[in-house]
C-alpha cells in the first residue's frame, strides 16, 4: 500500500500528515519564520508505524514543497535533523 503524505498550511504554520484508514498514523509540524523559511519544529509517528518510512516520506514531502515555493527549512525536530544530516541532496534548501 503506498502512503500518501498530506498537508495542511495556513499563513503562520502547517503539517505534514499521513493518514491510514481515516487516522492521523504520522505528523510533521512546522511553523514559518517570515515569508522565505520553514522551521520544522515536531515528528511523531504513531506506535506501531515503525519502520513504514513515514517520518521520511513527511520530511521528502517538505523538502519538495520547500522547493517548489522556493523557501528554506530549519529543521529543529530532531528526526528531521537527522535526516537532513544523512540526505545530502537535501542541503539545497537548509
Known amino acids: 500500500m503506498e502512503t500518501e503524505v498530506l498537508q495542511k498550511i495556513n499563513d503562520k504554520n502547517g503539517f505534514f500528515y ?5 487516522n492521523h498514523e504520522a505528523i510533521m509540524t512546522f ?3 517570515g515569508s522565505d523559511k520553514i522551521i520544522i519544529d515536531h515528528t511523531e509517528v504513531k506506535p ?3 519502520g513504514k ?3 521520511k516520506k513527511m520530511v521528502v514531502k517538505a523538502v519538495e514543497y520547500a522547493r517548489a515555493n522556493n523557501i528554506k527549512i530549519i529543521p529543529l ?3 528531521a535533523k537527522s535526516v537532513f544530516d544523512k540526505t545530502p541532496e ?3 534548501i537548509l
Open 90 to 92: 537535501f542541503k539545497d
Open 18 to 22: 499521513i493518514d491510514v484508514n481515516g
Open 77 to 79: 525536530c530532531p528526526f
Open 53 to 55: 518510512g513515514f517520518g
Open 31 to 33: 511553523v514559518f519564520a
Open 48 to 50: 506501531g508505524n515503525e
